[in-house]
């Protein structure tokens, strides 16, 4: 695939890059132990409970498509970006299986989410193993140890952020112990950009890149992670859960800090919120008052920002001809969903 | 450390390799979250739930002491291995976490589980953040690819063994479908035995070694492990719980499908074997009649053939100085207790 030849609409784009990397994918998955890679391929969509065969709707797959862009970006084929495409993919499955047991979150793109339907042991194992197969991908590359850096550090960050998003949930709404928006930035660096920048320079590293591209590439990917999963919150508290696929107000009986709230508590106006969001009957008017209020627009707005420094890091710095449009295509794609 | 002032007999010998590693062993811990560095604290023996010191007894360390020794074979300073040593410990902890929750084990090193103690979610978190710490910390030293790639394999392992660990409860006694002791020698090799090896293989790396003597010590430490499963197998059925630190017949009650299980389910007197083991009550009879029909003898002896093995390869490779001897010593101590 050159650059030139890629299709820039981004459901083709996405689509274009899944069908590049899936072969290498099932490949990897593959040499998993059998029951691993059933829990795995039914991760992805490929399978129901049991392995019979089936395409339900497995993840956009924007992190696999960001790390052949970050190939391509280098000057490279996007097919040089598979490996790291390969890997990112299976740490963000990894960690989507690890994090619904820890949420307790019982679905995932309307199915029953691992833990529920293969058991929390089960499921704890099969993370791992989809862990240990990234890292293997990642060490037989000719660039093996820089590229198993850049993945550990992304993990170690992946950690950091989970670690907080759960501790967040038993602070206080009020008071000097509550959690600041700009907890929350950091947090959600960690949690969310960490491994959206890593594919990015991830492929660009095995496309060739030198240090200054794949770090550019790294803030720009963190930057966009960050605007996600603001667009996440908002749509986990006011999206239709027809489309989102989640069930309404979740995050909110969970004691989610997210950034619409903790904006909203920020208001004066938003005195009767800590009560309502302690009454797991009462989220909708939660969400009402912290509309009312601003927090829907200022998450929104925080979003709009970090989208600019995303498009701001890809216009300026001399990538291949193609990439910084298809890099922008996914970016628009990724958080233009309410912005 | 030269191989020739080293102490040699075992507890010392694990004690010295023990101090050798600490420090960078705690600075690794040190860099994580708090709240993660707090569970791998407590897992360590270094500190009470909460964080108050403490020194309570931590494992022996046995992993940890084979990546040193395994760079004094290759003819390198002790020293050398630590990052092999510390990446292994951490792997092991990670593992341990995670097994006691898949197993339902509620305690460990007579306290409470990491999972009792912090939660099920928190301790899925710690066991992945020790995880990455251990990828981490191989990926920066100079041989950082094929360190990981050797990490990453017995990672690889160690998800299998633990997979048919799980499967094998589930499995009959009797029939066509019941384990069979080939079965459970590639089980015991790949959650064993695959993590020993690595340590010394590893150790090995680092110091020095060419692909030659890494394999060897890889081998002598998978067959190290097998006999030490097996001996662990022993104990969990018929050791001392005050000596053992675990619940008399708990791997009876979890039907496990241990080595001295298997071997005695081969026999013809022990028809009444498979009633005794899915009554949890008759735990201590089905232990006597493991034991008069040979469960116990056959996996001693089976032990003892891979103690042989492992000693074989040790002492017909070409070692550094000293270095085989204490890697024997350390041999006789893991598995010595009832052979």
Same mark, same amino acid.
């Given at each position: 695939m050159t650059a030139l030849q890629a299709p820039s609409a981004a459901p083709e784009l996405l689509v274009h890059c899944a069908e590049l990397v899936r072969p290498s994918l099932r490949e990897a998955v593959g040499r998993l132990h059998p029951w691993m890679a059933e829990m795995a391929a039914y991760s992805f969509g490929w399978c129901e409970v049991g392995g019979a065969p089936t395409a339900t709707p497995g993840g956009k797959g924007v992190r696999q498509a960001l790390a052949v862009l970050g190939a391509r970006a280098a000057g490279a084929?996007?097919?040089?970006?598979?490996?790291?495409?390969?890997?990112?993919?299976?740490?963000?499955?990894?960690?989507?299986?690890?994090?619904?047991?820890?949420?307790?979150?019982?679905?995932? =793109?309307?199915?029953?989410?691992?833990?529920? @339907?293969?058991?929390?042991?089960?499921?704890?194992? !099969?993370? +791992?193993? *989809? $862990?240990?197969?990234?890292?293997?991908?990642?060490?037989?590359?000719?660039?093996?140890? =820089?590229?198993?850096?850049?993945?550990?550090? @992304?993990?170690?960050?992946?950690?950091?952020?989970? !670690?907080? +998003?759960? *501790? $967040?949930t038993g602070r206080p709404c009020t008071g000097p112990d509550r959690v600041t928006v700009e907890e929350y930035r950091a947090m959600a660096e960690a949690k969310t950009g960490a491994l959206l920048g890593c594919a990015c320079a991830l492929g660009a590293v095995l496309g060739g890149a030198d240090e200054d591209m794949a770090g550019v590439l790294d803030r720009a990917g963190r930057h966009l992670g960050i605007a996600f999963q603001l667009v996440d919150d908002v749509l986990g508290i006011w999206g239709d859960p027809a489309v989102t696929g989640k069930p309404a107000g979740g995050d909110l009986r969970e004691h989610k800090k997210t950034y619409p709230v903790l904006a909203a508590l920020d208001s004066p106006a938003a005195r009767a919120l800590p009560e309502l969001l302690h009454s797991p009957a009462r989220a909708q008017e939660a969400a009402k008052l912290m509309e009312a209020v601003g927090g829907r627009t200022a998450a929104l707005a925080e979003a709009r920002t970090h989208t600019a420094t995303a498009r701001t890091l890809l216009t300026q710095t001399p990538l291949a001809a193609g990439a910084a449009e298809d890099l922008l295509t996914v970016l628009d794609f990724l958080v233009g969903r309410e912005l």
């Open positions: 084929d996007g097919r040089a970006g598979i490996p790291a495409a390969v890997a990112v993919e299976l740490v963000h499955t990894f960690s989507l299986l690890h994090d619904d047991i820890m949420d307790g979150d019982a679905t995932r =793109r309307r199915r029953p989410a691992v833990w529920k @339907a293969y058991g929390t042991g089960p499921a704890v194992l !099969a993370g +791992d193993a *989809l $862990f240990a197969l990234a890292v293997e991908t990642l060490a037989v590359v000719p660039q093996g140890a =820089r590229a198993v850096r850049l993945l550990s550090a @992304a993990l170690a960050d992946l950690v950091r952020g989970q !670690a907080d +998003d759960l *501790l $967040f």
